[in-house]
């Protein structure tokens, strides 16, 4: 299986566990962020050993995640969805930065 398969794949799986009859809930920007971190929803980068692995991992949640987003919420006007884009990029920024901290830190301890 290539890796657009998988990614695929990945969003079937984590959309299917997901109730798409609940919407017009905006995500908490701070929940999305350790979710995102703790590896929420599985994706094919985590299988990865490259060093840029996590930070494509985490690309890949974000991308998951959103489209989900979109499809719960189709039924919501733009500016919510709009509003609910942002607050998943701006987790993903934060999960990135936080991912590099860490690994900085890693380092200079390490």
């Known amino acids: 299986m290539d ?3 998988r990614f695929i794949k990945a969003y079937h799986d984590f959309r299917n566990s997901v109730d798409l009859n609940k919407s017009g809930v905006l995500p908490d920007l701070e929940n999305l962020v350790w ?3 703790m590896g929420v929803p ?3 980068a985590d299988q990865e050993s490259a060093e840029d692995a ?4 985490i690309e890949q949640r974000v991308s998951i995640l959103k489209a989900v987003f979109v499809e719960a919420n189709r039924n919501q006007n733009e500016e919510f969805i709009d509003e609910g884009l942002r607050r998943y990029d701006q987790a993903g920024k934060m999960a990135k930065a ?3 901290e860490n690994s900085r830190d890693t380092v ?3």
């Not at 996590?54 to 991992?57: K, L, V, Y």
């Open 54 to 57: 996590p930070a494509e991992a």
């Open 35 to 37: 979710y995102i971190l």
């Open 42 to 44: 599985p994706v094919p």
């Open 108 to 110: 200079i301890q390490g």
């Open 98 to 100: 936080l991912l590099k």
């Open 3 to 5: 890796d657009k398969d």
